[in-house]
């Protein structure tokens, strides 16, 4: 089971933005480990998004954003786009666990 | 260009073995820490093991509870390839395998990157 709570879908129209929240505990999130995002498209493999909290990789449009604090962490999706359905995926490293750990994932409708 | 590519899936008996494969290129392998991470039809991700890599100080492997004592991973820095090795296999261990290298710091806790296309485990009679 996940230890990174995610709501199991959010949706907009084009155009719209959108905020996805990863709740985590004191033993991840909390404990100072970074945030990381990865989208993953229909039948696909996932891609990295956003790692480090807040930072894209070369290629990911910067209508893309992360954000932690505390506990928790959020992606936003901005000017959301036909092409942005897919899910998503918060991931960190759990102390308690002495592992990495996902959330449980996010599907993105584009109304 | 970096680049993983999996293979060894297929279908497997319950209590079956089965040996994974992971060949890296356009990196320098021996360096990063690798993991494997898979995902169950219809399902999210769950990370299963990482073995460190020559930048981390102690060369060791974790697994996740899900796995520990049946799994193995290991690697041949020589051929650059990640080895997972799967023994007593479940229904539940069903599921289409990624490997990815560990990127940024294991202190801050590293992310996943890139990922290869996977390779499909099916354990059932």
């Known amino acids: 089971q996940s230890v990174l709570t995610q709501p199991p879908s959010v949706s907009g129209a084009p155009g719209q933005r959108v905020i996805i929240s990863c709740i985590g505990s004191?033993?991840?999130?909390?404990?100072?480990?970074?945030v990381h995002w990865y989208q993953q498209l229909p039948g696909t493999a996932p891609k990295l998004l956003i790692y480090?909290?807040?930072n894209r990789p070369s290629g990911v449009p910067d209508r893309f954003s992360g954000s932690k604090s505390d506990t928790s962490a959020s992606l936003a999706i901005t000017g959301l786009q036909a092409e942005d359905e897919a899910d998503y995926y918060c991931q960190s490293y759990d102390s308690n666990l002495s592992g990495y750990v996902f959330g449980t994932g996010t599907k993105v409708t584009v109304l | 260009e970096v680049q993983v590519l999996e293979s060894g899936g297929g279908l497997v008996q319950p209590g079956g073995s089965l040996r994974l494969s992971c060949a890296a290129s356009?990196?320098?392998?021996?360096?990063?820490?690798m993991n494997w991470v898979r995902q169950a039809p219809g399902k999210g991700l769950e990370w299963v093991s990482v073995?460190?890599?020559?930048?981390?100080?102690?060369?060791?492997?974790y697994y996740a509870d899900s796995v520990k004592g049946r799994f193995t991973i290991s690697r041949d820095n020589s051929k650059n390839t990640l080895y997972l090795q799967m023994n007593s296999l479940r229904a539940e261990d069903t599921a289409v395998y990624y490997c990815?290298?560990?990127?940024?710091?294991?202190?801050?806790?590293?992310?996943?990157?890139?990922w290869g296309q996977g390779t499909l485990v099916t354990v059932s009679s």
């Open positions: 480090g909290n807040s």
């Open positions: 073995i460190s890599g020559s930048g981390d100080s102690d060369g060791n492997t």
């Open positions: 356009g990196f320098t392998f021996n360096m990063y820490a």
């Open positions: 004191s033993s991840n999130i909390g404990a100072g480990y970074d």
């Open positions: 990815a290298p560990g990127g940024g710091s294991r202190s801050r806790g590293r992310w996943f990157d890139p």
